[in-house]
Protein backbone atom coordinates (compact mmCIF):
# COMPACT_ATOMS: atom_id res chain seq x y z
CA UNK A 1 0.00 0.00 0.00
CA UNK A 2 2.81 2.30 0.98
CA UNK A 3 4.49 1.85 -2.16
CA UNK A 4 1.20 2.64 -4.47
CA UNK A 5 0.41 6.08 -2.29
CA UNK A 6 4.34 6.73 -3.05
CA UNK A 7 3.52 6.05 -6.90
CA UNK A 8 0.41 7.83 -6.95
CA UNK A 9 1.17 10.78 -4.98
CA UNK A 10 4.94 11.28 -5.98
CA UNK A 11 6.60 9.33 -8.65
CA UNK A 12 3.85 9.50 -11.25
CA UNK A 13 3.56 13.48 -10.52
CA UNK A 14 6.99 13.28 -11.28
CA UNK A 15 6.87 11.78 -14.47
CA UNK A 16 4.40 13.70 -15.92
CA UNK A 17 6.23 17.26 -15.01
CA UNK A 18 9.17 15.62 -16.71
CA UNK A 19 6.91 15.01 -19.69
CA UNK A 20 5.49 18.69 -20.00
CA UNK A 21 8.79 19.91 -19.29
CA UNK A 22 10.29 17.73 -22.68
CA UNK A 23 7.16 18.99 -24.68
CA UNK A 24 7.87 22.88 -23.95
CA UNK A 25 11.44 22.25 -25.08
CA UNK A 26 9.87 20.38 -28.09
CA UNK A 27 7.81 23.39 -29.01
CA UNK A 28 10.11 26.04 -28.18
CA UNK A 29 12.23 24.26 -31.44
CA UNK A 30 9.24 23.87 -33.19
CA UNK A 31 8.54 27.56 -33.06
CA UNK A 32 12.42 28.47 -34.21
CA UNK A 33 11.37 26.49 -37.34
CA UNK A 34 7.88 28.42 -37.84
CA UNK A 35 9.18 29.54 -41.45
CA UNK A 36 10.27 26.27 -42.69
CA UNK A 37 7.28 24.33 -43.99
CA UNK A 38 9.10 20.93 -43.98
CA UNK A 39 10.69 21.22 -40.99
CA UNK A 40 7.62 22.34 -39.55
CA UNK A 41 6.02 18.77 -40.83
CA UNK A 42 8.72 16.85 -39.32
CA UNK A 43 8.83 18.86 -36.13
CA UNK A 44 4.85 18.58 -35.86
CA UNK A 45 4.96 14.98 -36.47
CA UNK A 46 8.06 14.43 -33.99
CA UNK A 47 6.34 16.50 -30.86
CA UNK A 48 3.10 14.19 -31.98
CA UNK A 49 4.69 10.26 -32.12
CA UNK A 50 6.75 11.48 -28.98
CA UNK A 51 3.56 13.18 -27.03
CA UNK A 52 1.78 9.21 -27.50
CA UNK A 53 4.72 7.45 -27.02
CA UNK A 54 4.97 9.48 -23.42
CA UNK A 55 0.96 8.56 -22.95
CA UNK A 56 1.61 4.93 -23.64
CA UNK A 57 4.37 5.01 -21.13
CA UNK A 58 2.58 7.02 -18.54
CA UNK A 59 -0.81 4.70 -18.74
CA UNK A 60 1.69 1.66 -18.55
CA UNK A 61 3.35 2.59 -15.62
CA UNK A 62 0.27 3.86 -13.86
CA UNK A 63 -1.31 0.63 -14.31
CA UNK A 64 1.61 -1.51 -13.42
CA UNK A 65 2.07 0.98 -9.97
CA UNK A 66 -1.56 1.90 -8.97
CA UNK A 67 -3.63 -0.23 -11.56
CA UNK A 68 -5.64 2.25 -12.62
CA UNK A 69 -5.19 5.25 -15.56
CA UNK A 70 -3.79 8.07 -13.87
CA UNK A 71 -3.00 11.82 -15.31
CA UNK A 72 -3.02 10.91 -18.86
CA UNK A 73 -4.57 14.40 -19.60
CA UNK A 74 -2.00 16.27 -17.58
CA UNK A 75 0.68 17.12 -20.43
CA UNK A 76 -2.19 17.96 -23.19
CA UNK A 77 -4.34 20.42 -20.87
CA UNK A 78 -1.06 22.26 -19.65
CA UNK A 79 0.18 22.59 -23.10
CA UNK A 80 -3.19 24.11 -23.87
CA UNK A 81 -2.76 26.58 -21.62
CA UNK A 82 0.52 27.42 -22.46
CA UNK A 83 0.13 28.16 -26.33
CA UNK A 84 -4.08 28.05 -26.66
CA UNK A 85 -3.45 29.56 -30.40
CA UNK A 86 -1.35 26.19 -31.27
CA UNK A 87 -4.53 24.24 -32.53
CA UNK A 88 -2.32 20.06 -32.42
CA UNK A 89 -2.48 20.74 -28.55
CA UNK A 90 -6.64 21.20 -28.88
CA UNK A 91 -6.17 18.05 -31.07
CA UNK A 92 -4.30 15.77 -28.61
CA UNK A 93 -5.95 17.12 -25.95
CA UNK A 94 -9.55 15.84 -27.75
CA UNK A 95 -7.89 12.45 -28.81
CA UNK A 96 -6.12 11.08 -25.19
CA UNK A 97 -8.74 9.49 -23.64
CA UNK A 98 -9.93 7.68 -26.45
CA UNK A 99 -6.40 6.84 -26.96
CA UNK A 100 -6.10 5.55 -23.77
CA UNK A 101 -9.40 4.04 -23.21
CA UNK A 102 -8.78 2.09 -26.51
CA UNK A 103 -5.39 1.00 -25.84
CA UNK A 104 -6.85 -0.37 -22.53
CA UNK A 105 -9.51 -2.09 -24.51
CA UNK A 106 -6.35 -3.65 -26.68
CA UNK A 107 -5.15 -4.77 -23.27
CA UNK A 108 -8.31 -6.36 -22.49
CA UNK A 109 -9.04 -4.33 -19.23
CA UNK A 110 -11.48 -2.21 -20.47
CA UNK A 111 -14.83 -3.22 -22.57
CA UNK A 112 -15.27 -1.32 -25.72
CA UNK A 113 -18.92 -1.12 -24.11
CA UNK A 114 -17.70 2.05 -22.42
CA UNK A 115 -16.62 4.28 -25.43
CA UNK A 116 -19.50 6.32 -24.37
CA UNK A 117 -17.21 7.56 -21.25
CA UNK A 118 -14.15 8.29 -23.56
CA UNK A 119 -16.16 10.91 -25.75
CA UNK A 120 -18.03 11.79 -22.59
CA UNK A 121 -14.64 12.84 -20.93
CA UNK A 122 -12.99 13.61 -24.20
CA UNK A 123 -16.03 16.80 -24.51
CA UNK A 124 -15.66 17.85 -21.23
CA UNK A 125 -12.11 18.36 -21.31
CA UNK A 126 -12.52 20.33 -24.51
CA UNK A 127 -15.36 22.50 -23.00
CA UNK A 128 -13.78 23.36 -19.50
CA UNK A 129 -10.61 23.94 -21.09
CA UNK A 130 -12.24 26.16 -23.67
CA UNK A 131 -14.44 27.98 -21.48
CA UNK A 132 -11.02 28.53 -18.94
CA UNK A 133 -8.85 29.63 -22.12
CA UNK A 134 -11.47 32.23 -23.26
CA UNK A 135 -12.15 34.01 -19.72
CA UNK A 136 -9.32 36.62 -20.04
CA UNK A 137 -11.17 38.38 -17.08
CA UNK A 138 -9.20 36.03 -14.12
CA UNK A 139 -5.02 35.22 -14.27
CA UNK A 140 -3.85 32.17 -15.99
CA UNK A 141 -2.20 31.50 -12.53
CA UNK A 142 -6.08 30.99 -11.71
CA UNK A 143 -7.70 29.36 -14.85
CA UNK A 144 -5.05 26.42 -15.05
CA UNK A 145 -5.03 25.42 -11.64
CA UNK A 146 -9.08 25.16 -12.16
CA UNK A 147 -8.59 23.23 -15.62
CA UNK A 148 -6.08 20.80 -13.50
CA UNK A 149 -8.93 20.50 -10.32
CA UNK A 150 -11.45 19.68 -13.12
CA UNK A 151 -9.59 17.18 -14.24
CA UNK A 152 -9.59 15.58 -10.66
CA UNK A 153 -13.36 15.83 -10.34
CA UNK A 154 -13.67 13.91 -13.58
CA UNK A 155 -11.14 11.76 -12.32
CA UNK A 156 -13.52 10.83 -9.33
CA UNK A 157 -16.09 10.82 -10.75
CA UNK A 158 -14.75 8.15 -13.20
CA UNK A 159 -14.07 6.09 -10.17
CA UNK A 160 -17.68 6.51 -9.04
CA UNK A 161 -19.19 4.99 -12.63
CA UNK A 162 -16.60 2.69 -12.19
CA UNK A 163 -16.92 1.56 -8.34
CA UNK A 164 -13.33 1.77 -8.25
CA UNK A 165 -13.18 4.10 -5.22
CA UNK A 166 -9.72 3.00 -3.28
CA UNK A 167 -7.19 4.83 -1.22
CA UNK A 168 -4.61 4.70 -3.85
CA UNK A 169 -6.81 5.74 -6.46
CA UNK A 170 -8.69 8.93 -4.89
CA UNK A 171 -4.75 10.01 -3.67
CA UNK A 172 -4.18 9.73 -7.44
CA UNK A 173 -7.14 12.02 -8.52
CA UNK A 174 -6.33 13.78 -5.69
CA UNK A 175 -3.03 14.62 -4.22
CA UNK A 176 -1.28 13.57 -6.96
CA UNK A 177 -3.09 16.15 -9.57
CA UNK A 178 -2.36 18.77 -6.80
CA UNK A 179 1.81 17.80 -6.66
CA UNK A 180 1.58 18.42 -10.71
CA UNK A 181 0.15 21.45 -10.20
CA UNK A 182 2.13 22.96 -7.10
CA UNK A 183 5.48 22.38 -9.31
CA UNK A 184 4.31 23.29 -12.59
CA UNK A 185 2.96 26.56 -11.19
CA UNK A 186 6.05 27.05 -8.99
CA UNK A 187 7.92 26.11 -12.62
CA UNK A 188 5.50 28.72 -14.96
CA UNK A 189 6.13 31.66 -12.55
CA UNK A 190 10.01 30.95 -12.36
CA UNK A 191 9.87 30.78 -16.33
CA UNK A 192 8.01 34.14 -16.39
CA UNK A 193 10.64 35.80 -14.37
CA UNK A 194 13.72 34.50 -16.29
CA UNK A 195 11.73 36.05 -19.60
CA UNK A 196 11.03 39.30 -17.90
CA UNK A 197 14.77 39.03 -17.08
CA UNK A 198 15.82 38.17 -21.17
CA UNK A 199 13.60 41.13 -21.75
CA UNK A 200 15.52 43.94 -19.66
CA UNK A 201 18.64 42.77 -20.86
CA UNK A 202 17.52 42.63 -24.09
CA UNK A 203 15.91 46.41 -23.94
CA UNK A 204 19.28 47.19 -21.67
CA UNK A 205 21.43 45.95 -24.94
CA UNK A 206 19.06 48.34 -27.18
CA UNK A 207 19.87 51.63 -25.02
CA UNK A 208 22.84 53.77 -25.39
CA UNK A 209 23.75 54.06 -21.35
CA UNK A 210 24.47 57.72 -21.41
CA UNK A 211 21.84 59.15 -23.21
CA UNK A 212 18.66 55.94 -23.12
CA UNK A 213 18.38 56.23 -26.63
CA UNK A 214 18.06 53.30 -28.65
CA UNK A 215 21.31 52.34 -30.11
CA UNK A 216 22.27 50.70 -33.57
CA UNK A 217 21.39 47.39 -33.01
CA UNK A 218 17.90 48.27 -31.61
CA UNK A 219 17.57 50.81 -35.63
CA UNK A 220 18.92 47.59 -37.55
CA UNK A 221 15.99 45.77 -36.12
CA UNK A 222 13.85 48.68 -36.01
CA UNK A 223 14.06 49.09 -39.93
CA UNK A 224 13.25 45.36 -40.50
CA UNK A 225 10.03 45.44 -38.29
CA UNK A 226 9.45 48.27 -40.56
CA UNK A 227 10.28 46.69 -44.03
CA UNK A 228 8.04 43.70 -42.96
CA UNK A 229 5.30 46.01 -41.33
CA UNK A 230 2.91 45.90 -44.78
CA UNK A 231 0.75 49.09 -42.77
CA UNK A 232 3.99 50.85 -43.17
CA UNK A 233 4.12 52.77 -47.22
CA UNK A 234 7.35 55.02 -46.16
CA UNK A 235 10.19 55.47 -44.26
CA UNK A 236 12.22 58.60 -43.66
CA UNK A 237 16.00 58.13 -42.46
CA UNK A 238 17.80 61.17 -40.65
CA UNK A 239 21.48 61.65 -39.95
CA UNK A 240 21.73 64.41 -37.76
CA UNK A 241 25.54 65.61 -35.91
CA UNK A 242 25.68 68.09 -33.07
CA UNK A 243 27.85 70.96 -34.79
CA UNK A 244 31.45 71.93 -33.35
CA UNK A 245 30.82 69.25 -30.72
CA UNK A 246 34.66 68.51 -29.97
CA UNK A 247 34.91 71.90 -29.43
CA UNK A 248 32.64 71.96 -26.65
CA UNK A 249 33.88 69.00 -24.50
CA UNK A 250 37.72 70.83 -25.48
CA UNK A 251 36.92 73.98 -24.02
CA UNK A 252 34.56 72.69 -21.06
CA UNK A 253 35.32 69.23 -20.45
CA UNK A 254 33.80 65.66 -21.31
CA UNK A 255 31.03 66.04 -18.19
CA UNK A 256 29.42 69.09 -19.72
CA UNK A 257 29.80 67.42 -23.11
CA UNK A 258 28.12 64.59 -21.65
CA UNK A 259 25.15 67.37 -20.19
CA UNK A 260 24.78 68.19 -23.78
CA UNK A 261 24.37 64.98 -25.52
CA UNK A 262 21.99 64.38 -22.79
CA UNK A 263 19.83 67.54 -23.17
CA UNK A 264 20.18 67.27 -27.27
CA UNK A 265 19.04 63.81 -26.84
CA UNK A 266 16.30 64.48 -24.12
CA UNK A 267 14.48 67.25 -26.18
CA UNK A 268 14.97 65.41 -29.79
CA UNK A 269 13.24 62.36 -28.52
CA UNK A 270 10.17 64.36 -27.09
CA UNK A 271 9.55 66.37 -30.03
CA UNK A 272 10.04 63.47 -32.17
CA UNK A 273 7.67 61.21 -30.14
CA UNK A 274 5.04 64.28 -29.77
CA UNK A 275 5.15 65.14 -33.68
CA UNK A 276 5.18 61.76 -34.73
CA UNK A 277 3.50 59.29 -31.91
CA UNK A 278 3.67 55.20 -32.64
CA UNK A 279 6.01 56.25 -35.88
CA UNK A 280 9.04 58.45 -34.78
CA UNK A 281 12.28 57.06 -33.24
CA UNK A 282 15.53 58.12 -32.15
CA UNK A 283 18.97 56.63 -32.30
CA UNK A 284 22.25 57.27 -30.94
CA UNK A 285 24.24 55.60 -33.62
CA UNK A 286 27.89 57.03 -31.82
CA UNK A 287 29.23 59.83 -30.59
CA UNK A 288 27.51 63.14 -31.24
CA UNK A 289 26.32 61.57 -34.38
CA UNK A 290 22.16 60.89 -34.21
CA UNK A 291 19.77 58.64 -36.41
CA UNK A 292 15.80 59.55 -36.78
CA UNK A 293 13.49 57.10 -38.29
CA UNK A 294 9.95 58.46 -38.80
CA UNK A 295 7.30 56.04 -41.12
CA UNK A 296 4.03 57.13 -42.72
CA UNK A 297 5.12 60.99 -42.76
CA UNK A 298 6.45 62.95 -45.44
CA UNK A 299 10.23 63.71 -45.82
CA UNK A 300 8.89 67.13 -46.06
CA UNK A 301 7.01 66.88 -42.54
CA UNK A 302 10.35 65.82 -40.86
CA UNK A 303 12.31 68.52 -42.34
CA UNK A 304 9.49 70.99 -40.68
CA UNK A 305 9.66 69.38 -37.58
CA UNK A 306 13.71 69.73 -37.86
CA UNK A 307 13.34 73.48 -38.47
CA UNK A 308 11.49 73.88 -34.86
CA UNK A 309 13.99 72.13 -33.18
CA UNK A 310 16.71 73.79 -34.92
CA UNK A 311 14.89 77.26 -33.81
CA UNK A 312 14.66 75.95 -30.51
CA UNK A 313 18.08 75.30 -29.72
CA UNK A 314 19.56 78.29 -30.41
CA UNK A 315 16.80 80.68 -28.63
CA UNK A 316 16.70 78.29 -25.81
CA UNK A 317 20.86 77.35 -24.67
CA UNK A 318 21.65 74.81 -22.51
CA UNK A 319 22.48 75.88 -19.24
CA UNK A 320 24.89 73.66 -17.45
CA UNK A 321 25.25 72.45 -14.22
CA UNK A 322 28.31 74.92 -14.03
CA UNK A 323 25.74 77.50 -15.02
CA UNK A 324 27.93 77.63 -18.46
CA UNK A 325 25.10 78.61 -21.35
CA UNK A 326 25.80 76.96 -24.53
CA UNK A 327 24.03 76.91 -27.70
CA UNK A 328 23.40 73.94 -29.60
CA UNK A 329 23.57 73.65 -33.69
CA UNK A 330 23.26 70.83 -35.73
CA UNK A 331 23.52 69.64 -39.27
CA UNK A 332 21.21 66.75 -40.50
CA UNK A 333 20.27 64.91 -44.14
CA UNK A 334 17.44 63.13 -44.97
CA UNK A 335 16.45 60.54 -47.15
CA UNK A 336 13.71 57.86 -47.67
CA UNK A 337 14.36 54.33 -47.30
CA UNK A 338 13.64 52.30 -50.70
CA UNK A 339 11.81 49.01 -50.96
CA UNK A 340 14.47 46.35 -50.54
CA UNK A 341 16.99 48.15 -50.12
CA UNK A 342 19.43 47.13 -47.54
CA UNK A 343 19.69 49.43 -44.45
CA UNK A 344 23.43 50.16 -44.32
CA UNK A 345 22.86 51.42 -47.95
CA UNK A 346 20.07 53.57 -46.92
CA UNK A 347 22.63 54.81 -43.77
CA UNK A 348 25.26 55.49 -46.23
CA UNK A 349 23.58 58.14 -48.44
CA UNK A 350 22.71 59.42 -45.16
CA UNK A 351 25.98 59.59 -43.96
CA UNK A 352 27.20 60.52 -47.13
CA UNK A 353 24.71 63.50 -47.57
CA UNK A 354 25.59 64.89 -43.64
CA UNK A 355 29.62 64.68 -44.97
CA UNK A 356 28.90 66.82 -47.54
CA UNK A 357 26.69 69.39 -45.02
CA UNK A 358 29.63 69.38 -42.78
CA UNK A 359 32.14 70.21 -45.49
CA UNK A 360 29.99 73.18 -46.65
CA UNK A 361 29.62 75.24 -43.06
CA UNK A 362 27.25 72.92 -41.55
CA UNK A 363 23.95 74.05 -40.10
CA UNK A 364 22.37 73.14 -42.77
CA UNK A 365 19.32 70.65 -43.32
CA UNK A 366 19.88 68.24 -46.82
CA UNK A 367 16.66 66.58 -48.24
CA UNK A 368 17.19 63.79 -50.68
CA UNK A 369 13.40 63.82 -52.16
CA UNK A 370 14.55 61.90 -55.24
CA UNK A 371 16.51 58.87 -52.85
CA UNK A 372 19.54 59.12 -55.05
CA UNK A 373 23.14 60.91 -53.70
CA UNK A 374 23.44 62.95 -57.03
CA UNK A 375 19.87 64.71 -56.94
CA UNK A 376 20.12 66.53 -53.51
CA UNK A 377 18.12 69.97 -52.69
CA UNK A 378 19.67 71.70 -49.94
CA UNK A 379 17.83 74.21 -47.46
CA UNK A 380 19.54 76.57 -44.32
Not at 68 to 81: G, L, R
Not at 257 to 272: A, C, D, P, Q
Not at 297 to 322: D, N
Not at 355 to 369: A, C, E, L, Q, T
Request: proline share 2%; with cysteine; aromatic share 12%.
Amino acid sequence: MAIQLFSAVIYLPIIVICMIISQIYFERYWESFQGNKLANCGLVAAITITYFIQEFCLLQLSLLNINEVAFMQVVSVTMVFRNSKNKLWWGLLAITPIFANAVEVLLGIESISTWWIWLGESAIFLLVCGVLVQWKGISIRIRYPLAILSLSLVGIISLGIENNFTVVTVAAATLGLMIILFFESRRYESEIRNEEKIKLLQRESERDDLTGLLNYRALSQGISALTEDRDIHSIVIGGLDIDHFKRINDTYGHFVGNEVLNYFSTVFRKKIHEAFPDHGYVYRFGGEEFTIVVSNHSIEEVYALLQTIEKQFSEQPIVTKEGVKITINFSCSLTNHLNGELLDLTLKRADKMLYSVKNNGRGWIVIDHHSTPEENVAVN
